[in-house]
């Protein structure tokens, strides 16, 4: 391997990542009769990406210390 990462560091950006999700969803929860469809849409099409990052930095995070 060519870089060291910083494992806490990618672990923050993780959980982050999972915390923004999961914000997303309570706040959708809560707040649905104030959200326009076109709002409830991009919320949701954001945390599914933001969850494929979280899921692909975990399987990355997981490749790398096998590796090392």
Known sequence: ????????????????????????????ALYRESITTTGLVLINVVSITVLAFALLQIRGLRAYRREG
């Open 1 to 28: 391997r060519s870089r060291k990462i910083r494992f806490l560091e990618v672990v923050g950006i993780i959980f982050g990542d999972l915390a923004w999700v999961v914000a997303s969803i309570v706040l959708v």
